[in-house]
């Protein structure tokens, strides 16, 4: 046998051996979440207080227009980074712009709750602006959600309100589960301080 056949066993059998490790080797398993409203906090309306209001898309800055989970580490405390197998369902500029909708259309504050792809001609328009939703890994472990959201007259063509927001839930526990529901309850903070305030300018 030349020594050119037995290289290329000695080759072939290496890249066998190599495949067979590769696939014996168990992948990370994806991970992925969703925020969940409070229903059972929802003040709801007996009689809606508009005829109609269009949620328009969110917007979301920097990692946040990804779907993964995004935390600042304790070892350094001005980096940000992503969870590589840790994602939302959803962009959270998608997130934010559903949840909206549903906390509306349960509260009955509008007859009509939609959004831009429905193409109504809404009475208001609801427009948000994501701008920090992420744990903190440092000595005081939390979660920081930060936004702006903004109630527009469309027929006046103008801004009625605007209310700027930041929320931070200290963690009692460690691990991504226990982040996600601690954002889910900073959402909910934010939504219905949102709602208390826009309540009381329509019945202003």
Not at 148 to 153: A, C, F, G, K, W
């Amino acid at each position: 046998m030349s020594v050119f056949m037995k290289v290329g066993q000695s080759l072939v059998l290496l890249g066998g051996l190599l495949l067979l490790m590769s696939c014996s080797r168990v992948l990370p398993k994806d991970y992925y979440y969703r925020v969940q409203l409070d229903n059972t906090a929802i003040v709801k309306e007996q009689t809606p207080l508009i005829k109609s209001v269009v949620v328009q898309n969110f917007q979301a800055l920097g990692l946040l227009r990804e779907r993964n989970i995004v935390y600042v580490p304790d070892s350094s405390p001005n980096e940000v980074r992503q969870y590589n197998y840790h994602s939302w369902i959803e962009v959270p500029a998608i997130l934010f712009q559903q949840l909206m909708v549903d906390f509306l259309q349960q509260s009955n504050l509008s007859e009509l709750v939609v959004t831009p792809r429905m193409h109504v001609d809404a009475e208001y328009e609801i427009r948000g602006r994501v701008d920090r939703f992420e744990l903190v890994q440092t000595d005081s472990p939390r979660v920081v959600l930060k936004m702006e959201i903004v109630l527009r007259s469309v027929k006046q063509n103008r801004m009625i309100y605007l209310g700027r927001y930041q929320q931070e839930i200290p963690l009692l526990k460690t691990g991504v589960n226990a982040s996600v529901s601690a954002l889910s309850d900073a959402v909910n903070q934010v939504y219905q301080q949102f709602f208390a305030e826009l309540r009381d300018y329509l019945l202003g």
